[in-house]
Each structure stands twice: as C-alpha cells, then as structure tokens.
DNA sequence: CTGAATTACTTAACATGTTTAGCAATTGGG
DNA sequence: CCCAATTGCTAAACATGTTAAGTAATTCAG
C-alpha cells in the first residue's frame, strides 16, 4: 500500500476513475463519452436551456462544452437555436433520438451507482457524499 | 443546490478540481502541470525507477506517461538511460534541477494540503480518505 | 533451439481540460 | 444617445485521458 493512498488529491482520482470505469464501459456501447452523456442528461432534465446552465450543472468550462455541443448535435441528439430575446443566447433542446439514448441507459446506469451504493453501505455513502461536498465548500472560502 | 450534489461522480469531480485549483496555480508558477509534479515527486522519493512503476505511483496511464517523460526530459529535470540487464526497460532519475524544483515547491504544496485538513479538521479528512480509498478497494471487486 | 506468447514501452487518433484570445450582442454610465 | 464595459459563446494552442495498434526485447513451451 503506497503512501499516495493518503494524498489526496490522487485519493480523489483514484476514486472517481474507480467509479467512472464501468460507467464509461456501458456509456461506450452506446458510442458517447462520459461528458456527452453528462450534458445529454442535463439537458433532458432541465427542458431548453442554454449553454452557460449546461456547463455549470455539468461542471464543465464553457469551451469544453462548446465541442461537445457540436458533436451531440452532428449525432444530432440535440438541436440548438439562438435565443430571439438575446441573440448572444443559445437554447439547448434534446431531440427524439436523445430522449431514446436516455430511456436506453439511464437505468442501466443508475443501477450502477445503486450497486456501488449497497456494496459500501448506504451510510457510508452518504457520509462519503457529505464530506466532499463540505471539501467543495470550505475551499472555496479561500 | 442542483441534484448534482448527489451524484457520486460529479461530487469526486467537483471535490478535486477544488483541491487542485490552489496546487496548479502554485505550479504553473514553476512551469509545471499537476501531472508533471506529480511524476517528479514520485521519481524523486523512489530514486532510480522504471516507467511501468512511475505509472502506478502516480496513477497514469503508460502513454500519458510516455508523453510526459518527454517534456521532462526535454526540461531536463530528469534523465532517462536502458537497463542494461532487460534492454526494453527505461531507468528514470531525477536530475539537479529537477531536485532543486521540487526543493522550490514542495513545502509551499504540502502547506496547501495542511491548510485543507486543518480548515476540513484533522478527523473529517481522515475519514474523507479512508471513505475514498474503501471505494476504491470495494469497486474492484466487480 | 526456435517460433509463438508476453512484456515494456511508444505512437496514433480522438476527446476533453485549461488558458487565453477573439467576436458579436447587449448594457449602462455620462 | 453613444461608446466603453460586460456577457455569451467560439477558436486556438497545448497537455492529458483513453483506446488500439505497433515495435523491440525477452521468455517459454515443444
């Protein structure tokens, strides 16, 4: 057991690349990334919505969410168009096409996090899930 | 608070981009990304070392790490020679300079870190490791 | 001893992360 | 009203992540 296990930031790759594998396993049948699949539920579940929202609720930068716009669109699995109050503004829909890529892996999906849930005891994964979200607070009152 | 706050993925991404946004400022004053850091602190520690550990000390993957062996190497913070007795095998060293960078930075690093556990307090970042590294134990056994 | 695995690493191709710069639309102070 | 600042998004450049393929050195079964 190396002494990284008590850095961490590696801890904290570790365990997300630990957890991320099997989704992005099943996410890869379906011919999207992680990313993709990230925006692609964001945008299903919000209703039109424009890029700036996207990025936040997905935790991405505004340019990394430009290209993966761009290709979901070209996969078209969802559609853009300008705002007409404000034409600097975009409106994110997805398509039918993104709505049937969602109904066929957002259980198959959500049974993983469930399993990952049951295997390491559902309090311990809440007290996981407190404690890095209190980890996103306290640094940010730097 | 989006639902976002709830998903184990998201929440391990949001927590080490938190964490790591003070190291890479840190870094980029010296030049360096996080994962070149990274890669000098463990050839460092470990002395003399071949590529295929490096990987797993800094949990990357080899050609990630081929391509920042190179940079380093072109930076000369590192040297690189054959093992003479398998010749497919790499020696990798640190240089002076790449010793006198990490003498430049470390304390300043490892200050953040603290700074972290005592903000977050010693006990809850205890746990917070030990929850992450029992994810990732409990993940491989799929 | 020899050719088929295996090992250690590299290369290539594509996607994203990160920073900086750029452009067009909008807004706000004088 | 008007131009400077701001906002929303895109482009570009560089580094890494991820997967697949390639190469050279080594090992091992027959």
Do not use: F, H
Not at 61 to 87: A, V, Y
Request: glycine share 4%; aromatic share 2%; proline share 4%.
């Amino acid at each position: 057991m190396p002494s990284t296990d008590r850095s961490l930031p590696i801890a904290l790759l570790r365990a997300r690349e630990r957890v991320m594998g099997p989704i992005r396993s099943l996410l890869s049948g379906a011919g999207l990334t992680e990313q993709q699949w990230r925006v692609l539920r964001v945008v299903q579940e919000s209703g039109p919505i424009d890029p700036t929202q996207i990025a936040e609720k997905a935790c991405l930068l505004l340019p990394s969410l430009t290209r993966i716009l761009q290709k979901l669109e070209e996969k078209q699995l969802i559609s853009r168009e300008r705002d007409q109050e404000d034409r600097r503004r975009q409106v994110v829909q997805i398509s039918a096409a993104g709505e049937k890529v969602i109904t066929d892996n957002l259980e198959a999906s959500l049974e993983l996090m469930e399993r990952t849930r049951r295997k390491m005891g559902a309090e311990r994964y809440e007290a996981l899930l407190d404690l890095l979200n209190e980890l996103d607070q306290i640094e940010l009152s730097d």
